[in-house]
């Protein structure tokens, strides 16, 4: 799920805009861009800014193009600027340097199967958990765990490698809540927030978001844990392709009496739609013009839109439909949407973000409580697989689809 956004998220980005920086990202090294002089023309170049990753002329002032080169500001408010030198045609663009590779067949594919989010101990700490009564508990993390776990032995019999970003209920990361207290403490202050309260007692605690623990459980799972998984992803697993696994949900309210929504849907998420505000932040700038240099793009389209064709008429669901900016399509698919994630903006490789389901649907909550089963059953209506084998199955065809048609 990624729908739901907390407010104190964005308060977090707003406090530390002075830096220009978004939540524990780094400053950026520019020198790390030189490898990509001459790699790109200057009609792919505007067409990838324009259409992809920062539509609306989100990037003026910021990203200049020039009739040879970009011109891009390196740090807010100061004059240095990054010029990229455009190639003179695409048959004289030199390759770009990437870890990943292009035109791969499944067999062989080396592809990362990244459960999202903690689950287990941690899924109501990170607000992806509810439960009926005495009910089976919705945990996405879980689930998508669950997923990973019905999917990897499909895709290691079509001959991929697969590789596990998170194998185990909990974070990757070995930091903790306790690590970021300080850090917390620092982002109250910058807010205005005097003397906040160190600790909460329960989550529908009034002023909870305020307390120093309740931000510092957002830069744990929100930020740390994503930028850990991206570590892992471009320094160690280095893969073809990345899965990310998730649920989607709408706001439920209290967990132990949560409200269903009618409808359920689905979409798949690529990189892009950088708002004017993000462009600001220097790391989302400069992690812009990595992912958008290294060539990615074009094919994380292909393969999102081909396994969302697929995944959509097998999980017989509609498409969702963002009714606010924060996303874009980039395609005829109505069901791939653009949307600047940390988390496929961070990997620099093409990356398959899949949103099916949404969790409180009276629908979605009876095939959890029906859980795991081999075959055919009828649930809340209709003869299905369990949800698991579902959206495995799904997802194991729609990528040998994706890798057969290039
Ligand atoms: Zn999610």
Redesign the pocket.
Known sequence: ??ARLLLLASLLVHSVQAESLSPLGERPDWTVLAPFQETITRAEFVRLLDRVYAPRDAATGLIDVNEERASIVQRLGEPERFTLRFAKDAASAKSPPRYWRAGQPLAGLRVAIDP??LGGEWAKMEE?WFRIGAGVPVA?GDL?LRVAEALAPQLTALGAEVLWVRRAPGPTTPKRVADFFQIARAFLAAQGVANPRETYRSMEEPGRGATVQSQAELLFYRQAEIRHRAHLVNDELKPDLVLCL???ADAWGDPQRPAFVPKNHFHVLVNGCYSPTELRLDDNRFELLQRLLGGVTDEEHRISTTVATHMARALALPPYIYTRDIAVRVNASPYVWARNLLANRLYRCPVVFL?PYVMNSQELWERVQAGDYEGVRTVAGSARKSLVREYAVAVAEGLTAAMRHR
């Open positions: 799920m990624i999202g989010h992806r996405e998508t998730h649920f989607n949103e």
